[in-house]
């Protein structure tokens, strides 16, 4: 059974940083399309960022530039740097997962809040 598990979510100034890891158990790591979501209050879910097992890397334009998803195969982890936060990046990020088969997996979320 796959598990993700995210940490690092918290509450930071506009323009600070934070780091968002997801920790995945089970086998379909090395192999799985990996991404990091968020949903604000009131809105949709929207995909951040994705990373392939190979290492491409697609951003959301809202975030191109700020934020870098990175991948360690061998730790089975995937993390957000995210730079720079303004207001609008407040919401809940969620690590997501894609297995060769087309299986989606989601962790529990993590809480992010820019705030002054």
């Known amino acids: 059974q796959v598990q993700l598990v995210e940490s690092g979510g918290g509450l930071v100034q506009p323009g600070g940083s934070l780091r968002l890891s997801c920790a995945a158990s089970?086998?379909?790591?090395?192999?799985?399309?990996m991404a990091w979501f968020r949903q604000a209050p009131g809105k949709q879910r929207e995909r951040v960022a994705t990373?392939?097992?190979?290492?491409?890397?697609v951003y959301a334009e809202s975030v191109k530039g700020r934020f870098t998803i990175s991948r360690d195969n061998a730790k089975s982890a995937v993390d957000l740097q995210m730079n720079s936060l303004k207001f609008d990046d407040t919401a809940v990020y969620y690590c997501?997962?894609?297995?060769?088969?087309?299986?989606?997996?989601w962790g529990q979320g993590t809480q992010v809040t820019v705030s002054s």
């Open positions: 089970g086998s379909i790591f090395s192999t799985a399309i």
């Open positions: 997501n997962a894609v297995d060769r088969a087309g299986q989606v997996y």
């Open positions: 990373i392939a097992s190979g290492g491409y890397t």
